[in-house]
């Protein structure tokens, strides 16, 4: 029997919060470790969803794109980071900058991996295999999304912190001036549709090697 709309949203709840909370609590681990407290100061490195909900970036959007059939994603609240307080800055930041996108990458797997359980031992009880199955898929869509969107190098997205690090002074420089300007950038490349066509190819083959791994 299918989920209704609100089933399937309700469904979703457990894997988008996961997913964006781990993302950043990987951040202010991976920082925390390189010698920036700010996120476990200000008790930001707990797994406590309550603790990085972005009311807009958190609830609305994503409910708002699930309602819609559409491309689900969503942010939390930025766990602070001050790289002054690290040995290295500017190499230890794309470490930190790197820790959310592979946390994502890391929790498809244990999705796709759950859903795989759920195959093995709930198929025939499909009151339960059948929300855990929307579940765990939900689960590897959105943290797949989370990894590719966030490895984009336009600020402030995780990809543009990673490139600041890897290029020379001068040209990590310009690229960090379009910080301000970024968020607009990737609503108008979401708007006309180059987002779509840059990501849903490697989108897809991530999926598909998933699926394939696990056998499900």
Do not use: C
């Not at 500017?90 to 759920?118: E, F, Q, T």
């Not at 310009?174 to 950038?185: A, D, M, N, T």
């Amino acid at each position: 029997m299918p989920l209704t709309t609100i089933q399937y949203i309700a469904a979703a709840i457990i894997p988008v919060l996961f997913a964006i909370t781990v993302h950043e609590v990987a951040h202010g681990f991976v920082a925390n470790r390189f010698g920036d407290p700010s996120a476990k100061i200000l008790g930001r490195l707990t797994l406590n969803p309550l603790k990085h909900i972005d009311l807009v970036g958190t609830i609305l959007v994503p409910a708002l794109l699930l309602a819609l059939g559409g491309f689900i994603f969503g942010w939390a609240k930025p766990v602070p980071v001050n790289s002054r307080n690290m040995k290295n800055p500017r190499y230890d930041m794309i470490w930190v900058a790197a820790a959310g996108p592979v946390s994502n990458g890391i929790m498809a797997l244990l999705w796709a991996a759950i859903l795989k359980l759920a195959l093995m031992f709930l198929i025939t009880q499909p009151q339960f295999f059948v929300p855990i199955k929307t579940m765990a898929g939900i689960g590897i869509q959105i943290n797949l999304i989370l990894m590719v969107l966030n490895l984009v190098p336009i600020p402030p997205l995780d990809g543009s912190k990673i490139l600041m690090g890897l290029l020379p002074g001068p040209a990590a420089y310009r690229l960090s001036l379009l910080e301000p300007y970024g968020f607009f950038i990737i609503l108008a490349l979401m708007y006309f549709g180059v987002l779509s066509v840059v990501l849903e190819p490697v989108l897809n083959l991530l999926f598909h090697a998933i699926i394939g791994l696990f056998g499900v």
